[in-house]
Each structure stands twice: as structure tokens, then as C-alpha cells.
């Protein structure tokens, strides 16, 4: 899961080198000058010679073990085949969760986390992962400016010029082009460690510069301030970005203050929306799941939310038996009820998946003769009935015609059972067609839904 970076943790690097030449040469010049001065002997220093070679060996591990966890530290730990997704006009991002970092060479970003956090020098504040979203952040090290009587560095510990130091990289999939007001968590103890820059697709507009944090300090604090040269505390509300067509972007953050920590961030639509605490879940989907539907694959509504994120779990309809249950198989995707013969299916099978709490949503077809009713049983176990809505077309798959049951707990080897009853407008009758069932984790049953309607049978 942890890929190669693409440029090297050079400042580490050279630190920890240096850092071991310091040492062994700290040994040499006092064992010399001790014999020299007749305070050590020759016997003595056989003796210790085993207890410096220990000392220099764990020195050397240490150094290693530092060099190779810091490194981590500062990579991606992201899935390349994975992308976050905006849905009704918002998105969550964990700050930790980067794509891919650049123009590392001065600062750098590194993930703390409850066991983890690198040991760059300068950093005098202490971890605080408790209460970050993921229970995970990134801070820019090394932090040379904690107050304001330290020395201001233009280019080093500071920068006015967004792009220009320690670049994160974030790829989000938009479905709502339009304007998203961009709202920052942040963790500030000092009045020099509480901006940062915003940026698209390497362009970084007036109304990405300088997200300010005045109030809030030594808690995570929500933010979409710009400082400006009147108001250093910021005006709210005067940072956005303008996404100009629906589909892949990359949005972008740089340092503009050393020390600065980043625990996630949301774009909104919505100008009055204010985020609390750790706020929104992230909506994460797999790109290959993307690029089907960019070479324009004709995936059913189903087949797409139910691989929509990696953690969904489904059952398609045609995975039920349909052997004496009054269902037969309509197309390539349904089960459905020939109403001159059966008003009402019902067809049953094994849950196999693991124990768990899930969001389950349930895929039904809306028809234009009316509104079948389709009820959920685990286990013999009522979990909900509902009806579809009329469609204007013939028959149609989407969002509108699913049902949602949140957070149901389900067992290992469970009955899982659908029941169909066929409906009618007073001429035609509908014929009971659904799609399948999704297991998605607690929480994301709504987020999973929004993707484009289907309406065709195959
Ligand atoms: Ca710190
Ligand atoms: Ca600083
Ligand atoms: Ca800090
Ligand atoms: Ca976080």
C-alpha cells in the first residue's frame, strides 16, 4: 500500500548522516586525549572497547531505524487506485491522505499519528493526534519560527508565494462543477505556525491565499479566513475555488508558515455551511471504478455504487435462487414477477460476509404502471418495506428508487429474504424489478448513492 516516493527526503537524510560523523568522532578525540593524558590505560580500554562498539552500533541502528521511519513519514500511504468523491456539492479530505508531496527540499510534510511522529528538529510543540479526524495530522517540519521575535526567513520558514514550498497533492472526483468554499483544520499554538495556502490544478488563485487562524489556538480549529492587508485575522468566507466541469482535479495546498499542522479539509457549495468537530466522513472511490465510466461502460446504476468504495459489500438479485419463489430473470440485471401469473415473489439466501454493522441499501426498479412494494427480511426479520416511485420512462434505476436502512447489524450465515408485490395503475401492471442489495459501512449509505440513473434492462 505504501508507494515509492517520488523525490528524496534529502534534509533527513543529510541530518542523520551528519549527525553519525558527529558521534564517532566525538569517540575518537576523547579516547585519544585520554590515553594521552595518562587518565586512561591501555587494559581499561580493551575493557570498553566492547562497551563502545555496542554504544556505536545502537547509535548507528538508531540513526537507520530514524532515517527509514521518517522517510515513511513523509510518503503517501494513500491507494493509488483510490480517489475522493464530492457528492451534494461537498467533500471531506483527511489531510494525511495526500497523494503525493513536492518541492520537499526545505520543508516537509509528516504524518503524526497516536504511536508515530518524526523526530525533526526544530519542533517544540507536542503531538496532538486526540482529537484529529483519523486520529492523524500532518505538520510541516522543521519549525525555525515559533514566535514572532524569531528570525522571519522568506522562502524558509515562511512564503507568501502559494506553490512555492511543500506541496500537497489531493485528486478529488467532482460530479458539480461550480464554486466551493474551502474550510481548513488546522492546530495552531503560536501566532506563526496558522497559515496556509489553497491551489487547483497548479494554479493558485487570489482566493486561495493566505487561510488565516486567529481564534481557536491550541484546539483543531475550522477555518476559511483570508487574511488580507486590513483584516490579519481574516475575512470569512473569501476563500474558494471555481471548478469549471465535472470530473478529475487536483487541488493543492503549500506552506505559507512552518509548523503548521493539517488534520483535513471540506469544499462546500454552500456558503453558509460551517463544519464542526471532525465533521464529514470522507467518500473515497476506486479510479478504475472511474475510468469504466469515462470510456463510457455501460455499467448498471447497480454495478456501479455497489464497487463504488472498496469496503461495499452486495448481493445482486440474480445471486438469489429463483426456483420456486415466483421470480424469473428480466435482462441481464433483474429479478422480476410476470404479473399474469404471480402477484407476489419471495426468494431468500446466505448473508456470507462478516459480522457487522452495516448501511444497507436496496436497489428496486421504478416502473411507469406503478409502485411495487419490496420488503427486507434478516432472518425472518422485518427491516423495512417500501415502494418506489413512478418513473417518467419505462423503468428506471437511481438513487430515487433505492430504499436505505441504516445501520443494521447482520451475522455471518444470515437469512437474507426479498419480497416482492407487483403494483397497478388501473391498466398496466408493474412487474416487482430490483437490482440488488449493498452493504456499505455505517455511515455511507447516502454517499454511495449519487451516480448516474440506468434504465436499460441489459
Ligand atoms: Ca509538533
Ligand atoms: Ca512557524
Ligand atoms: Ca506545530
Ligand atoms: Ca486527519
Not at 416487482?432 to 434492462?457: C, E, H, M, N, Y
Amino acid at each position: 500500500m505504501i508507494k515509492k516516493p517520488d523525490n528524496k527526503n534529502l534534509y533527513v537524510k543529510n541530518r542523520i548522516v551528519q549527525g553519525s560523523k558527529l558521534n564517532l568522532t566525538f569517540y575518537f578525540t576523547s579516547i585519544s586525549s585520554l590515553l594521552k593524558s595518562g587518565v586512561l590505560k591501555l587494559e581499561y580500554l580493551i575493557l570498553m572497547k566492547h562497551l563502545l562498539l555496542k554504544t556505536f552500533i545502537i547509535a548507528l541502528f538508531a540513526h537507520t531505524f530514524l532515517h527509514s521511519q521518517q522517510h515513511k513519514l513523509s510518503l503517501s500511504i494513500f491507494e493509488s487506485d483510490a480517489v475522493f468523491a464530492e457528492s451534494n456539492g461537498l467533500v471531506a479530505v483527511e489531510a494525511e491522505f495526500f497523494n503525493k508531496q513536492t518541492l520537499t527540499e526545505i520543508r516537509q510534510w509528516y504524518r503524526v499519528s497516536k504511536n508515530e511522529s518524526a523526530s525533526v528538529k526544530n519542533d517544540e510543540d507536542e503531538s496532538h493526534f486526540t482529537n484529529a479526524s483519523n486520529s492523524e495530522y500532518l505538520e510541516i517540519l522543521p519549525d525555525t519560527r515559533v514566535t514572532h521575535q524569531d528570525k522571519l526567513i522568506k522562502g524558509e520558514n515562511f512564503s507568501d508565494i502559494p506553490g512555492e514550498i511543500a506541496v500537497l497533492n489531493y485528486i478529488i472526483k467532482f460530479n458539480t462543477p461550480g464554486r466551493y468554499y474551502v474550510w481548513v483544520r488546522a492546530y495552531s499554538t503560536g501566532s506563526e505556525d496558522n497559515g496556509i495556502h489553497v491551489g487547483l490544478n497548479n494554479t493558485w488563485p487570489e482566493t486561495g491565499k493566505r487561510i488565516q487562524w486567529c481564534n481557536g489556538k491550541n484546539n483543531w480549529t475550522w477555518s476559511n479566513k483570508q487574511r488580507t492587508k486590513e483584516e490579519h485575522c481574516g475575512v470569512p468566507n473569501q476563500i474558494y475555488l471555481d471548478i469549471d466541469k465535472a470530473g478529475l482535479h487536483e487541488i493543492q495546498f503549500s506552506m505559507r508558515e512552518d509548523g503548521f499542522e493539517f488534520d483535513k479539509f471540506i469544499l462546500t457549495q454552500d456558503t453558509n455551511y460551517v463544519p464542526a468537530g471532525k465533521d464529514q466522513d470522507v467518500l473515497i472511490i476506486k479510479k478504475s471504478q472511474l475510468e469504466s465510466k469515462i470510456q463510457g461502460s455501460n455499467a448498471s446504476y447497480f454495478k456501479t455504487i455497489a464497487t463504488i468504495l472498496p469496503e461495499n459489500l452486495s448481493i445482486a438479485s440474480l445471486e438469489f435462487p429463483i426456483k420456486d419463489t415466483n421470480f424469473y430473470i428480466n435482462g441481464k440485471n433483474w429479478l422480476a414477477i410476470n404479473p399474469e401469473e404471480h402477484e407476489i415473489a419471495e426468494t431468500t439466501t446466505t448473508f456470507e460476509f462478516k459480522n457487522g454493522k452495516y448501511d444497507i441499501v436496496f436497489v428496486g426498479v421504478g416502473e411507469n404502471d406503478g409502485s411495487s412494494i419490496f420488503t427486507l427480511l434478516i432472518n425472518g426479520k422485518e427491516i423495512g418495506t417500501y415502494a418506489p416511485p413512478l418513473t417518467e420512462n419505462l423503468f428506471e434505476e437511481g438513487k430515487a428508487f433505492n430504499a436505505l436502512w441504516e445501520n443494521i447489524k447482520i451475522k455471518k450465515g444470515a437469512k437474507i429474504t426479498v419480497k416482492a408485490k407487483v403494483a397497478t395503475d388501473g391498466n398496466e401492471w408493474t412487474r416487482g424489478r430490483w437490482a440488488g442489495i449493498i452493504f456499505t459501512p455505517v455511515g455511507k449509505g447516502t454517499l454511495i448513492q449519487d451516480a448516474p440513473s440506468s434504465f436499460s434492462q441489459n
